[in-house]
């Protein structure tokens, strides 16, 4: 059985910055294609970034470049992410989520794609 556990998130100022962590258990952590997704309330779930097997390049919506970082720590099953420079509207409730199918890149965005999913870990950015 994976499972997928998050943290890392928490009320930060908006310029802040916070790391989420998410630890990967149950099987081969190189295995997987990892992303990063969130909701906000009210809204649908929406891709942040990830982070490929076959080739291990990262990808990222565009209001997130520059100020996320992800990144994967084979040796601890473990995938973070970077988050500097937050604003209000990053506000939202976090997701790991991995699968072990080889995605194309344009199909790295759709959470239908992923197979196992984190509980989620929120992130408050206050203004």
């Known amino acids: 059985q994976v499972q997928l556990v998050e943290s890392g998130g928490g009320l930060v100022q908006a310029g802040g910055s916070l790391r989420l962590s998410c630890v990967v258990s149950g099987r081969t952590f190189s295995a997987f294609t990892m992303g990063w997704f969130r909701q906000a309330p009210g809204k649908e779930r929406e891709f942040v970034t990830a982070v490929r097997s076959t080739d291990g390049n990262t990808y990222s919506t565009d209001s997130v470049k520059g100020r996320f970082t992800i990144s994967r720590d084979k040796a601890k099953n473990a995938l973070y992410l970077q988050m500097n420079s937050l604003k209000a509207e990053d506000t939202a409730a976090y997701y790991c989520?991995?699968?072990?199918?080889?995605?194309?890149?344009?199909?790295?965005?759709?959470?239908?794609?992923?197979?196992?999913w984190g509980q989620g870990t929120q992130v408050t950015v206050s203004s």
């Open positions: 989520a991995a699968t072990a199918r080889r995605l194309i890149i344009s199909s790295l965005r759709r959470s239908s794609e992923y197979d196992y």
